[in-house]
């Protein structure tokens, strides 16, 4: 037994001194991990830990330590340099993520600050270059050491929120509906729309509206949150147009960026009872209920609007990933875009968006000095784990939208933002908006002095 014990460590001390494991960089050349000394050290400390994951201290079969979270886990064997696509000599390959360290560290500033000041469990944001597709930032807090991982307060600090954690985002759907609508000819922007009529739905599950009664044009209920318009228009749509919209803009695809622990999400037909869906499901996911969704699926969501009406498929690792693997530069193009929307609907959209981001609008703490901004809103109530009721205490508050958006813009960042259980105010445009303008403001503020 002793004798088998000796080997062991021994295998294990040569398989730590002779493997090499590659560093992990930033897209502006900064390491993010490296191994020293036969040490994994991370020279950011907590500065995108979700994304960059930690190495196990404990060795494997093996006699190697192996990843365990973000991409070391994801490209293990890449940076290992064992496994079967690997030369299997210990030497590691560098990976290079497209996280850029400057945007990275003042979107987890503004990030904390927002939670730390609506005393908020988490929040996580992502922002996403909708030129490339290139995530260069994904935020998340609370975060964690990876050099100190078994400090960390709970396994959900270790992964990103971002990819992980599917959430009911409320009025940040809205648009997505209207988009499907217009796309349809089901209504113009322009058409009138009673708030006050309930005959298309059972009177005691009509919405509570937050912009008062009368009628109004549905670019104005748009601009100004209204939840009875958009209900509406998801029973117009029906249960065909809305499975349309959901497989559209990729709600219920894994966005695969990169990191292993992303989920798809849940629509509307995991959340009703089984064949179609009742009117009354349907006018719920037209106000962001009945669909659970993940920060990045929203920032590729609204990438289809900033973009014409194609959707760009966002990556953390250069040069592109799917299912895991890096891309070869010859197949990036094939998996990059996909069409949700005709382009004069995204273009009506977008225009909305803008309007929204205006004085007195449901966004208008989104909006950014000096800089046209398109961004939406949304407030949406927690299910109480275990039951299916919501709280009427705990809220996700929410804000998606990219910039800059004027008319002969070319849009350069989509940004979503989602704060979870603030206390006190609870609103998307109290809460996660001021986040989003921050981020916004800093990064074309650093782009412009580039």
């Known amino acids: 037994m002793k ?39 991370y020279p950011q400390g907590k500065t995108a830990a979700a994304v960059v994951g930690f190495v196990n201290q404990c060795f494997g079969k093996d006699g190697r330590r192996f990843g365990a979270g973000g991409l070391e886990a ?27 360290l400057r945007p990275q560290k003042m979107a987890e500033a503004a990030l904390e600050k927002g939670v730390v000041s609506n005393s908020a469990a ?19 807090f609370p975060s964690f050491d990876p050099a100190r991982y078994q400090d960390a307060d709970s396994v959900r600090e270790m992964t ?29 922007p322009q058409t009138e729309f009673d708030m006050d009529d309930a005959s298309w ?5 009509f919405p509570r509206e937050v912009i008062g009664g009368g009628r109004v044009a549905m670019a104005d209920a748009f601009t ?12 117009r749509l029906g249960d065909m147009g809305i499975a349309d919209m959901i497989s559209g803009f990729g709600l219920n695809r894994k966005t695969n960026i990169g990191l292993g622990g992303g989920v798809s999400g849940f ?28 920060c990045v699926q929203l920032a590729r969501a609204y990438s289809g609007i900033a973009l014409d009406g194609k959707i760009i498929e966002p990556w953390v690792v250069d040069g592109g990933c799917f299912h ?31 309007e929204s981001t205006r004085e007195g609008r449901v966004a208008d703490n989104a909006a950014v000095p000096g800089m046209s901004v398109a961004a939406m809103t949304g407030t949406a109530q927690i299910t109480i784990e275990g039951k299916y009721e919501y709280s009427s205490e705990d809220f996700t508050s929410s804000c998606v939208g990219f910039f800059p958006a004027g008319e002969k813009d070319k849009p350069r960042y989509v940004l979503a933002v989602n704060v979870i259980r603030p206390k006190g105010r609870v609103s998307g445009n109290e809460v996660a908006a001021p986040i989003f303008s921050e981020i916004a403001y800093n990064l074309m503020k650093g782009e412009n002095h580039e």
């Open 122 to 140: 988490e929040g996580c944001c992502v922002a996403m270059d909708l030129a490339t597709g290139a995530i260069v930032a994904m935020a998340s």
């Open 74 to 100: 994801a490209f293990d064997e890449r940076l290992s340099g064992v496994g079967p696509q690997e030369r299997n000599d210990g030497r590691g390959r560098d990976l290079v993520s497209t996280i850029r």
């Open 267 to 294: 629509s509307i037909y995991d959340t009703c009872s089984r064949g179609r869906p009742s009117d009354v499901c349907l006018s719920r996911f037209g106000i962001g209920y009945g669909v659970a969704v993940t």
């Open 160 to 188: 990103s929120p971002a990819i992980a954690a599917c959430r009911e985002v409320g009025g940040v759907i809205s648009p997505l509906v209207y988009a499907r609508a217009f796309a349809y000819g089901i209504v113009l």
């Open 224 to 235: 100004r949150g209204g939840r009875r318009a958009p209900a509406y228009l998801a029973v």
């Open 201 to 205: 739905i059972n009177p005691r599950y």
């Open 3 to 41: 004798t088998h014990l000796v080997v062991l460590a021994t295998a294990m001390a040569l398989a730590a001194s002779a493997g090499t494991r590659a560093r992990i960089l930033s897209a502006d050349g900064e390491v993010l991990a490296q191994t020293i000394g036969g040490e994994r050290v």
């Open 324 to 354: 895991g693997r890096l891309l070869p530069d010859y197949l990036v193009p094939q998996y990059a875009h996909t069409v949700a929307l005709p382009k004069a609907t995204a273009r009506t959209v977008r225009q909305l968006l803008v």
